[in-house]
């Protein structure tokens, strides 16, 4: 079955610091998409960026970068020049072609920007 | 602004109460999606519609009843709900085309309290 693992509950990053966000996955299926999504304290759900499993060059936009390792299964999520509005829950997610519409998330990590 | 429309934002009902949720999307995506999130955990799926048919649930009680009018309006009917009930209910849609790279698109929430 697949599974998503984000090792990091909780991180600290210094305001205008670069920040690495851990996510590895399971998964049987070749095709495959992963995703990271970023959660306020306000609750709204925001998509950040898109990996697919056959995507050559790993994804990048704006100050997000996701650094896929297809042969680890990880797909970590860079965060550069932190700033105070990045304090927010961040959720790893994947759907397959078994299912697409069947996305499953990671359990989180909470990140904290300090001043 | 988040441009899937949740409401009510809050929502408060006794255990013999019946309300519904409301979720509205007019991005022309055909794939609507449910959630259900506890406080400190990812989201769980718990419907999903593709061109206003149910393709999946995930094995939800029968208390909980989606409904989709038409490609814009998702709904959830609630009935009955015991305490354990109580979370933030995520409405999401998403692209039917290409939907192995469409990020779904969330609304903010309605948080449900059940007493």
């Known amino acids: 079955a697949q599974k998503i693992t984000q090792t990091q509950p909780g991180m600290f990053v210094q305001e205008k610091e670069a920040v690495t966000l851990d996510c590895t996955y399971d998964?049987?299926?070749?095709?495959?998409?992963l995703f990271w999504y970023k959660q306020p304290s306000s609750g709204e759900m925001i998509f950040l960026i898109y990996?697919?499993?056959?995507?050559?060059q790993n994804a990048t936009e704006g100050r997000y970068s996701l650094n896929f390792q297809k042969a680890r299964k990880s797909a970590n999520l860079v965060i550069s020049a932190s700033q105070l509005g990045d304090s927010a829950m961040y959720f790893c997610a994947m759907n397959m072609k078994t299912s697409y519409d069947k996305v499953i998330f990671g359990p989180g990590t909470s990140l904290s920007v300090i001043p | 602004d988040t441009e899937v429309t949740q409401t009510p934002k809050h929502l408060v009902m006794g255990m013999t109460n019946k309300k519904s949720l409301k979720c509205e999307q007019h991005m022309g995506h055909r794939a609507m999606y449910w959630y259900k999130q506890k406080a400190k955990k990812p989201p769980e799926l718990m419907f999903v519609?593709?061109?206003?048919?149910?393709?999946i649930n995930e094995s939800v009680p029968s208390r909980f009843s989606p409904e989709c009018p038409n490609s814009s309006l998702l709904n959830l009917h609630l009935h009955a709900l015991q305490p354990e009930d109580s979370a933030l209910y995520l409405c999401a849609s998403s692209q039917a085309l290409m939907r192995e790279r469409s990020p779904l698109h969330f609304g903010n929430g309605t948080r449900l309290t059940v007493t």
């Open positions: 990996q697919g499993s056959y995507d050559q």
């Open positions: 998964t049987s299926d070749p095709s495959y998409g």
């Open positions: 519609y593709s061109y206003e048919k149910l393709s």
